[in-house]
């Protein structure tokens, strides 16, 4: 096994026993692990059950990856009959765009069955989102794509302000960098807010997400090198969807804590009711018991509505 690989320009790969697994494949497998634990953790902080959590992942994980590759299939205008070609799939075509459109549509669908609130879910879906994003953004590094233009100040050509393509033989502006410390600080934000923030209404993390992409993507698309533009039929289709991300989130923001004011009579939280909106516990199934443990925000603040964990179950776990 040859790691080194990973960092060649020609050859961003690792050669096990005859079989090439690319770079970019293994950190996107990163991101989506280090996103699997972060919104694990998030469900079992803000009161549900790390066994619907999995039928989340289940149901949406497959569903994220076709709408990512279809997605770019449709809007490059590839032929239809290379969209799920091997080959044509080990040659990269992925759009993150995609996968947030099909993401969210499983979350909503999977939301409505468990008859789950879809905001409380997505709060803690877009943080491990947002952080698998940053991640892997590191793998346009390895395949040296996603930068600006080029760098012509001498003093300005250094990674990570710059970096530089063997295609081109020129210093680029780092554009998978910056997006990928923009998300990464959005994500420690985000996870800050829905880890120590549990009050009404469910919905301002998600907003956010979108805003927080929506911006990064319709700034730096325009900027990105035409290569990486999606453009199929001559429409910027990575563009006008971060727009639409950016202002439907503001909006999404707006109407949430409109109407939260208008029936709880604060911003955030309530003046006369409960003000968590994370009361209820949410398990996979009707009879699934809500056990006391140390991470439940709920369960400090309401530890009447909790049991005890048997011993032997405590064994077991």
Known sequence: MNVSALLWPNQPYINIFGV????????????????????????????????????????????????????????????????????????????????????????????????????????????????????????????????????????LQFFPFAVFIEDTGNWHYAFFFYESMVTLTAAILLFINAWKNGKKPNGVNSACYFIVYGLVRSIMEPLRDGEFILNGGGVPWSLVLSLCMLFGGIIWLFLLLYFNKKKEGKWFGSVHGDQYGITKFLGDTKDEVAYLNNVNMMCKIYPENYTEKPEKEEKKA
């Open 20 to 155: 090439k697994i690319y770079g970019y494949a293994l950190i996107i497998v990163c991101g989506m692990i280090a996103a699997f634990f972060v919104i694990s953790t998030l469900f079992k902080r803000r009161n549900m059950s790390p066994d619907l959590f999995l039928t989340y992942f289940v149901v949406g994980l497959p569903i994220a990856i076709v709408t990512t590759r279809l997605f770019y299939c449709i809007t490059s205008g590839m032929h239809i009959s290379l969209w799920f070609n091997f080959e044509s799939i080990r040659e990269g075509g992925l759009s993150i765009v995609g996968g947030i459109i099909g993401g969210t549509a499983s979350v909503f669908v999977t939301s409505y069955v468990k008859k789950v609130n879809f905001f409380r879910v997505g709060d803690c879906v877009v943080v491990g989102l947002l952080l698998a994003q940053s991640i892997g953004r590191w793998g346009n590094f390895v395949n040296q794509e996603v930068y600006g233009g080029v760098v012509t100040n001498e003093a």
